[in-house]
């Protein structure tokens, strides 16, 4: 059984250029969690799809967006990229159960390096 | 905005000896989650407490959700080289958004 898969592991890009990260949860799983996790910090929440939704959203720029397939798995958009957007970028994948308490797997995230 | 602090931030220990991370949030929390992330590794899943003054035990691991759902710990018995890395818990105050701590980063001394 594939846990979290997340697509491509490093990734560098120029300032104001855009990204697309990739995300499929395991299996079973059909919702989808964003973190941005800075060096030396917790992971910070972006937001969260299910149904092919956005049901929440962190504090985060608009320029930050995502999508849901039918299939569950997620994409991760970045546009105008800021040296500041430079980060581990976690896809974390939860079965729904009852009550809202999320088990959260995570993947093994991709770098993003800004130049 | 909910804050949410883990002391202490970095804790170094003689194997054999006992670790104890504490986790505070600004607010009354659903539920909590306790996660171990490795040196160039992803977060873990250990735990997940959602019962006010809930105790929940992994061999040596043993975690409390404190009365008041603002507080929790964990604590490590007896810590080997394994052990090391960075631990977060992560709580929710009744929304999908999780809230992760600052993370108390363990090193084990042989």
């Known amino acids: 059984d594939a846990g979290v898969t997340q697509s491509p592991t490093h990734l560098i890009k120029t300032r104001g250029q855009q990204v697309t990260l990739r995300c499929s949860p395991k299996s079973g799983h059909d919702t989808v969690s964003w973190y941005q996790q800075a060096l030396g910090q917790g992971p910070q929440f972006i937001f969260q799809y299910y149904e092919e939704e956005e049901r929440q959203r962190g504090n985060f720029p608009d320029r930050f967006s995502g999508h849901q397939f039918p299939n569950y798995s997620s994409e991760l958009n970045v546009n105008a990229l800021l040296l500041g957007d430079s980060a581990l970028y976690l896809c974390?994948?939860?079965?729904?159960?009852?009550?809202?308490?999320?088990?959260?797997?995570f993947g093994p995230g991709t770098r993003l390096t800004v130049t | 905005g909910q804050q949410v602090m883990q002391i202490p931030q970095y804790q170094h220990v003689q194997e054999g000896e006992d670790f104890t991370t504490y986790c505070n949030s600004s607010?009354?929390?659903?539920?909590i989650q306790w996660y171990k992330q490795r040196p160039g590794g992803h977060p873990v899943f250990l735990i997940q407490?959602?019962?006010?003054?809930e105790v929940k035990k992994q061999k040596r691991l043993t975690f409390q959700f404190g009365e008041a759902k603002k507080n929790s710990s964990l604590h490590i018995t007896a810590t080997q080289t394994t052990d090391v890395g960075t631990y977060f818990c992560a709580g929710t105050s009744g929304t999908y958004k999780y809230i992760f701590g600052t993370g108390t980063r363990l090193k084990v001394l042989a």
């Open positions: 974390a994948s939860s079965p729904m159960l009852s009550g809202g308490a999320l088990t959260q797997y």
């Open positions: 407490l959602v019962k006010s003054g």
């Open positions: 607010t009354t929390l659903s539920n």
